[in-house]
Nanobody, 120 residues
Framework: QVQLVESGGGLVQPGGSLRLSCAASETIFNINVMGWYRQAPGKEGKEREL??????????NYADSVKGRFTISRDNAKNTVFLQMNSLKPEDTAVYYC???????????WGKGTLVTVSS
């Protein structure tokens, strides 16, 4: 079973930056899209919010709330996806989850999440 491991979360002041990484435990073939989602504290019962995605061809998609501040990128050779987060705001506070979708059946894999806290 493929495992995704996120890293890079932590406490940062408003206006600061963090870089999240997500690495797969093994090579994943036929990746359709890799992405980051988040879930704010107290909203565990709600659907995770899409933050950013990147396709195997390099096309990116961002939530309106993070456009111009966050950048998603990937290293195909290492099955790793990154999220550079700049100009962080308190409302960015959330657990950030890595996601990989693969194959024609669109099988999804999720990481366990990494907490990002933006606070002074």
């Amino acid at each position: 079973q493929v495992q995704l491991v996120e890293s890079g979360g932590g406490l940062v002041q408003p206006g600061g930056s963090l870089r999240l990484s997500c690495a797969a435990s093994e090579t994943i073939f036929n990746i359709n899209v890799m992405g980051w989602y988040r879930q704010a504290p107290g909203k565990e019962g709600k659907e995770r919010e899409l933050v950013a995605t990147i396709t195997s061809g390099g096309s990116t998609n961002y939530a309106d709330s993070v456009k111009g501040r966050f950048t998603i990128s990937r290293d195909n050779a290492k099955n790793t996806v990154f999220l550079q987060m700049n100009s962080l705001k308190p409302e960015d506070t959330a657990v950030y989850y890595c996601n990989v979708e693969r194959g024609p059946l669109r099988v999804n894999y999720w990481g366990k999440g990494t907490l990002v806290t933006v606070s002074s």
